[in-house]
């Protein structure tokens, strides 16, 4: 087995304004790990809030024993390994994970959505993001977004309904909400629940802090909509104390140390009743092709990485319906540009 890897700006299209953080460009690591003349294909997205970074990447990877990394793989070992060498890291953890499983298929000459057990003909819609901004930028997103058949928008300012009102009156597909942890009154997040009720949002995601989960739960348990977390799960540790507080789970690659423990926190998930949606960082098509391969066995999917970037080093895969096309070929479907 070899491993490569280089660093990477991904640009996004429009600045990206979140409730508490702004950016142009994420850094990347792409990786790569090559045996018996294959080559899997893994990625890190480092958005920096999270506190990985070109550096933390590359302290992690110089730690790295390749000899852990045995075919056939044994994955749950392999994420004990990749544990026992630093707390954190999960965007470069799941970048070798992701890696691993393009590379697997590859060498069963099966798509990895065949390796992990999904059905493509269970892919959900996914949804594409538009960031706050003033009016006029809204409406040209809205324009950029015309392959969406649902739209993610973030709230958590104050001037919400306008973004809503502003949006409605340039499309009428269905709406996710992402209040980023943004809001802090429990009964005029109830009122502002039922009013984005009539504006056609179907599920709203993390609405208090994270460390909230009193008020969180307050509101699951009065929302005619989803309450669904996402800054309070990160791995599968987190999926059970989720239940009760929120009605499903955000799972993301880059948090969840890739697809392996995704896998597991969607068993989790299920077991415990909560619904799922998955959702991705600045991404290149590496992540979200892991991520479209899960998506089958989710509820919802927010896989719009490709969309909001303008130097995906991958070919943007096949995208139709609203939904991502999975491609037959073996591994992920990745072809550099
Ligand atoms: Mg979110």
């Known amino acids: ?38 080559i899997g294909y893994g990625e890190a997205s480092m958005v920096p809030y999270l506190g990985e970074s070109l550096e933390t990447a590359t302290a992690f990877l110089s730690k790295l024993d390749i000899s852990q990394l045995q075919y056939p793989f044994n994955y749950p070992g392999i994420i004990a390994y990749l544990d026992s060498l630093a707390k954190g890291n999960t965007a470069i ?10 590379l697997e298929s590859k060498l069963l000459h099966k798509p990895c959505y065949e390796l992990i057990g999904s059905d493509p003909l269970l892919m959900p819609s996914t949804s594409i993001t538009i960031g706050m901004d003033e009016p006029a930028v809204v409406l040209q997103k809205v324009k950029e977004a015309a392959q969406a058949s649902v739209i993610k928008v973030k709230l958590g300012s104050p001037d919400d309904k306008q973004l809503i009102e502003t ?30 009720q009539e504006q056609g949002v179907q599920l709203i995601e993390q609405p ?7 008020s969180n739960a307050w509101l699951t348990q009065r929302s005619p909509i989803p309450i669904i977390a996402d800054e309070a799960v990160q791995r599968l540790g987190d999926v059970e104390p989720a239940n009760g507080v929120y009605h499903g789970i955000n799972i993301k690659l ?79 479907g990745l072809a550099p540009v």
């Open 254 to 332: 880059m948090k969840s140390a890739g697809m392996y423990e995704a896998g597991q926190m969607i068993a989790k998930a299920r077991e415990l009743g909560l619904k799922i949606l998955i959702g991705c960082m600045s991404e290149t098509s590496c992540a979200t092709l892991a991520a479209a391969a899960l998506a089958p066995q989710c509820d919802w999917a927010d896989l719009d990485g490709p969309f909001l970037t303008s130097n995906n080093p991958f070919k943007m895969p096949d995208f139709a319906d609203g939904k991502w096309v999975l491609s037959k070929v073996p591994g992920l």
């Open 208 to 214: 208090f802090n994270k460390t909230d989960p009193d």
């Open 1 to 38: 087995m070899k491993l490569s890897y280089s660093p990477f700006q991904l640009q996004l299209k429009h600045r990206f304004t979140i409730a508490k953080f702004s950016r142009t460009a994420t850094p990347i690591m792409l990786l790569q790990l090559e045996h018996e003349g294959y």
């Open 167 to 196: 949006l409605r009156a340039a499309t009428t597909v269905p709406l996710y909400v992402d209040a980023n942890q943004g809001w802090t009154d429990r009964q005029q997040s109830l009122e502002l629940v039922y009013w984005l």
């Open 93 to 102: 953890k799941a970048a070798i994970d992701i890696a691993l499983h393009d």
